[in-house]
C-alpha cells in the first residue's frame, strides 16, 4: 500500500513576507520557463555572420592594413621623426601570404632599403633625405596601387636614370637610386624574403681588375660602411653573381649570443654611497645599494648577476592593472534572449560589426550579449542614446578579428585609422569603456584638426579651437586639470620610469582610465556592475601585486577613493556640454554652442524689441552699457542656449531655453570676456570658475 503524500499549503505573504514570497513567484516562473526550454527539442542555432559595412584592415585584411599605415606615414613631418614613423615597413612575408604579387612586394623592399640611414647633422642633408624618403614612399604607394604593370615599373625606372620621371627628378642621385632599387629588386626575386639583403649591392669590375677571369665581371657584396665591404659572390652577369651565392654553402654555426651585463657602479652626486645600477628608459635605477667603496660595488656585481638580473626583471615587470577574470554582471537587464545582429544593428547603429574566422558562433554569441549590455549600461550612464556611441556611425565592432595573443593581452583596443573597437575573443580584463573613450578622443580630435589619428586630448591648450566648441574644449580641458592636479599623473609617471617609451602619462591614457571610474561610479548610481565594460584592479588588489619592489602609493594607475569625486564632477560638466541629434538613422554627438550662428538664426525666430519682456531688455541694456556688446533674443529649441558672434560682437540668447536667462547670458558674457580681456579671461577661468563648477557638481552628486 502506497503513502499517501503529505501537502502542505502556505499563505505566502503571511508566512514570509512580501518581498520573500514575490522572489518565491518570480524564481518558479522562472524555473517553469527553464523546464519548458528543456523539454523543447533544440534547433540548430543558426551562425552569425558579419553585418553592416566590412571595417577592413584586419589581420586577414592585411595589405589594406599597410594602407592604413602609410596614410598615417604620410601626415608625419619627415624630417622630425625616424624612418620607421615616416615609411613604416610592412611584413613582406605576410604580404606575400596574403596574395600580393612577387614583383609588388620585392619593388616595395627594394624601394625602402634605397633610403640610406638619416643624417644626425645639417639641415640641408635632412632635408635631401626627407625628400628621398617621400618620393619613394610615394613610388611604393602607387606600386601597391596597381599604377603600373611589372614591365612598366621597369620603364619607370630607365626614365629616373634619364631624369624623364615624374618621381625624384630633383634628386642629385637619382640614376644611382634607381639602379639600386633595380638590382636589389632582383636579389630579393631570387633570394626570396627570408633574409634582409638591404646590404647586398652589386659592383661592376674594370677589365684590369681580373684580367683574364671573364665570368668575374660582376661583384656581389655585402657593404660595412661606405668603403667597407666583403665579397660574397661573383658571375659574369648579375643573375650569375646572385644565384652562385644562393647555392653557396652558407650554412656556418653561429657563435652563442651572450647577454650583454647591463649593470655599472655609480654614485649619485653629492653622495657618500656607490650603487650598482643601470638605465632604464630615461632613468639611472638603483637595483643593488650601498656600498662604501666602488670596488665592493664591483666584487658584488661579478659574484651576483644573476641575481642582479632576476632583480632588475622584476623592477621592470608592470603587473597587469587589470583583474584577470570577469564577474558576472549585475543588475537589471535590457534585454530578453539572445542578441539577433539586427536587433544589434538598430540598437547602436554601428558602421560594421566583424568577427574573426576562429571565433566560434557560441563565442559570437556571447560577445554579442556581453557588448550589447556593456554598451546599454554605458549610454544609460552617460545619459545619452545607445545610438550615440556609434558616433554618427563612423564607429565599428571587431570581434577577435583583429587582436592579438601574449602576456595581458587586452580584451579591447581601438584603431583611429579604420575607427574600429576590436573585442577579444578570451575573456580578460574589461577595457571596453576605456576604448570607447578613445574613439570619443579622436571623434573630436578628428573634427579639430581633420587628422584621422588626432587626439582631442592632445589639444586643449590651444585657446581659439576652430572646429571644435570652446564649451566641449574647456570639458576636456576641465578634466584634464583635475587629472594633473590630482596624485594620478605623479603616480603615471613613476611606471613611465620603468619602459623604454612613455605610456601610462599619454593624456588619451590618462583620460581613458580616468572615464573606467567615472563610468563605474555611476553605474553604481543605478546598481549596476558590468565588469566586460569596466574592469580594473582596486586599489587593495594593485598592492598585492605590485610587491616586487613598487609601492601602491606610488603607481596606481587609476584615481584613487579621495580623487574620484572630483574626476566625477569634472566628466560631468564635459558630458553636460554634449548634445545630440538624429540623421536618417545616425545619432551625431555636437554641443550647442558649435552650431554656426547664421544656421541657428536661419532655423528660428528672431523676437522684436516689442515682444521682449522686462528681464530681457534689463540683460540687454545691461550689457550694451557694461560691456558694449549687443544682445539679440530668438526662440528655438530648449536645448540651445546662446551664442556670441565674435565677428559682429553680437550675444544671441533663446527665450525657449530650458536653462535660466541669467545662467545663458554670464556663459555667453565669459566668451566676451576672451575676447576682449584675455588677460582676465585666462586667470578667472584658472582660480574662480572651476572652483565653482566643483563645488555646484559636489553639491548635487551629495
Not at 12 to 31: C, M, P, R, T
Not at 64 to 90: C, G, H, M, N, Q
Not at 522 to 543: A, C, F, M, T
Amino acid at each position: 500500500m502506497s503513502k499517501k503524500k503529505k501537502t502542505v499549503e502556505y499563505d505566502l505573504f503571511a508566512d514570509f513576507g512580501a518581498v520573500d514570497a514575490e522572489n518565491i513567484v518570480a524564481g518558479a516562473v522562472v524555473k517553469a520557463a527553464e523546464d519548458a526550454r528543456n523539454q523543447e527539442p533544440r534547433k540548430k542555432s543558426q551562425k552569425i555572420e558579419e553585418f553592416g559595412e566590412k571595417i577592413g584592415g584586419a589581420r586577414k585584411d592585411l595589405y589594406t592594413a599597410y594602407f592604413d599605415l602609410i596614410r598615417v606615414a604620410i601626415e608625419t613631418e619627415v624630417e622630425e621623426v625616424p624612418l620607421s614613423k615616416s615609411f613604416p615597413a610592412p611584413n613582406y612575408k605576410k604580404l606575400l601570404e596574403s596574395g600580393v604579387e612577387s614583383w609588388k612586394v620585392d619593388a616595395v623592399r627594394a624601394l625602402r632599403d634605397a633610403i640610406p640611414l638619416k643624417p644626425k647633422k645639417y639641415s640641408w642633408r635632412i632635408r635631401e633625405w626627407a625628400e628621398k624618403v617621400s618620393v619613394l614612399r610615394d613610388m611604393s604607394v602607387d606600386v601597391l596601387e596597381n599604377k603600373w604593370t611589372a614591365e612598366e615599373f621597369t620603364d619607370e625606372l630607365e626614365k629616373m636614370k634619364s631624369r624623364e620621371s615624374e618621381y625624384g627628378s630633383t634628386l642629385r642621385d637619382i640614376k644611382f637610386v634607381a639602379q639600386r632599387v633595380e638590382d636589389t629588386m632582383m636579389i630579393y626575386k631570387v633570394m626570396g624574403h627570408e633574409q634582409d639583403c638591404s646590404a647586398l649591392v652589386f659592383a661592376e669590375l674594370e677589365p684590369y681588375d681580373y684580367g683574364y677571369a671573364e665570368d668575374r665581371k660582376i661583384e656581389l657584396r655585402e657593404m660595412h660602411g661606405a668603403n667597407r665591404y666583403r665579397i660574397l659572390s661573383y658571375g659574369e652577369t648579375e643573375s650569375d653573381a646572385i644565384e652562385r651565392y644562393k647555392n653557396q654553402d652558407r650554412h656556418q654555426e653561429k657563435m652563442p649570443r651572450t647577454k650583454k651585463n647591463p649593470f655599472k657602479v655609480y654614485s649619485w652626486k653629492y653622495s657618500n654611497y656607490y650603487f650598482i645600477g643601470c638605465k632604464v628608459g630615461m632613468e639611472y635605477v638603483e637595483i643593488q645599494s650601498p656600498f662604501e667603496k666602488s670596488a665592493e660595488a664591483y666584487a658584488y656585481l661579478n659574484s651576483h648577476l644573476e641575481e642582479l638580473e632576476e632583480k632588475l626583471e622584476k623592477y621592470r615587470d608592470i603587473p597587469y592593472e587589470r583583474e584577470s577574470e570577469n564577474t558576472p554582471r549585475m543588475g537589471e537587464l535590457k534585454r530578453t534572449g539572445d542578441v539577433t545582429p539586427k536587433q544589434f544593428q538598430e540598437t547602436f547603429g554601428f558602421r560594421g560589426v566583424e568577427f574573426g574566422t576562429w571565433v566560434e558562433n557560441k563565442n559570437r554569441q556571447e560577445n554579442l550579449n556581453n557588448a550589447y549590455d556593456a554598451l546599454t549600461d554605458m549610454a544609460e550612464a552617460l545619459n545619452l542614446p545607445p545610438r550615440a556611441l556609434s558616433l554618427n556611425g563612423s564607429l565599428g565592432l571587431a570581434f577577435g578579428a583583429r587582436g592579438r595573443g601574449g602576456k595581458n593581452a587586452p580584451i579591447a583596443h581601438y584603431e583611429p585609422v579604420k575607427v574600429v573597437i576590436n573585442l577579444t575573443k578570451n575573456k580578460g580584463a574589461g577595457s571596453l569603456g576605456h576604448e570607447w573613450m578613445h574613439s570619443f578622443d579622436n571623434y573630436f580630435g578628428r573634427k579639430e584638426k581633420n587628422s584621422v589619428t588626432a587626439m582631442i586630448t592632445h589639444s586643449t591648450q590651444e585657446k581659439n579651437p576652430q572646429n571644435v566648441s570652446a564649451e566641449v574644449m574647456e570639458g576636456f580641458r576641465l578634466v584634464q586639470d583635475v587629472i594633473n592636479r590630482s596624485g594620478l599623473a605623479e603616480r603615471c609617471k613613476n611606471l613611465d620610469k620603468r619602459r623604454e617609451k612613455c605610456y601610462w602619462t599619454l593624456p588619451e591614457e590618462l583620460m581613458a582610465r580616468a572615464f573606467e571610474v567615472y563610468l563605474k561610479e555611476k553605474l553604481k548610481e543605478s546598481g549596476i556592475e558590468n565588469d566586460y565594460l569596466v574592469n580594473y584592479r582596486s586599489e587593495e588588489s594593485w598592492s598585492k601585486a605590485t610587491e616586487n619592489g613598487f609601492k601602491m602609493e606610488e603607481t596606481y594607475p587609476y584615481p584613487k577613493a579621495t580623487e574620484i569625486a572630483d574626476i566625477k564632477a569634472a566628466f560631468d560638466y564635459l558630458f553636460d556640454s554634449i548634445r545630440f541629434k538624429m540623421h536618417d538613422k545616425n545619432c551625431e554627438l555636437y554641443s550647442s554652442s558649435a552650431e554656426n550662428i547664421n544656421e541657428l538664426v536661419k532655423e528660428s525666430k528672431l523676437l522684436f524689441a516689442r515682444e521682449l519682456n522686462s528681464e530681457q531688455k534689463a540683460l540687454q541694456k545691461m550689457s550694451e552699457e557694461v560691456f558694449g556688446v549687443e544682445v539679440k533674443y530668438f526662440e528655438g529649441a530648449t536645448e540651445l542656449h546662446g551664442r556670441f558672434d565674435e565677428d559682429r560682437d553680437i550675444v544671441y540668447l533663446n527665450g525657449k531655453s530650458e536653462t535660466s536667462l541669467d545662467w545663458a547670458f554670464w556663459h555667453e558674457a565669459f566668451h566676451v570676456m576672451k575676447k576682449h580681456e584675455p588677460e582676465l579671461y585666462d586667470d578667472i577661468l584658472t582660480h574662480v570658475e572651476r572652483h565653482e563648477v566643483f563645488s555646484n557638481q559636489l553639491d548635487n552628486s551629495q
